[in-house]
């Protein structure tokens, strides 16, 4: 069993930043890839960005350039990193984990972009 728990989100004004955190269990962020999605109001749930274990990094078209995902080893924790927010930045922003042929998500997060 995986356990995934996010924090860090709130209200924004466009252009500010926010680092939301996924705190994991055991060691998982060192061995499997840790994917960071959002689903807007409306929408479908997205892949935003990931993390490999050997430390590769994918980030969507929309957030290329502004938003940055990291990890701690020690603190077994997954980063996102969120800079030059935009209203349409605003989701639920999920921390996901494809392990043993299951999903494991948290609860989720809520970002709002808004002046």
């Known amino acids: 069993q995986v356990r995934l728990v996010e924090s860090g989100g709130g209200l924004v004004q466009p252009g500010g930043s926010l680092r939301l955190s996924c705190a994991a269990s055991g060691n998982i962020v060192s061995i499997s890839t840790m994917n960071w999605y959002r689903q807007a109001p409306g929408k479908q749930r997205e892949l935003v960005t990931n993390i490999t274990g050997d430390g590769s990094r994918y980030y969507a078209d929309s957030v290329k350039g502004r938003f940055t995902i990291s990890r701690d080893h020690r603190r077994n924790a997954v980063y996102l990193q969120m800079n030059s927010l935009k209203v349409e930045d605003t989701a639920v922003y999920y921390c996901?984990?494809?392990?043993?042929?299951?999903?494991?998500w948290g609860q989720g997060t809520r970002v709002t972009v808004d002046s």
């Open positions: 996901n984990t494809y392990w043993k042929q299951r999903h494991f």
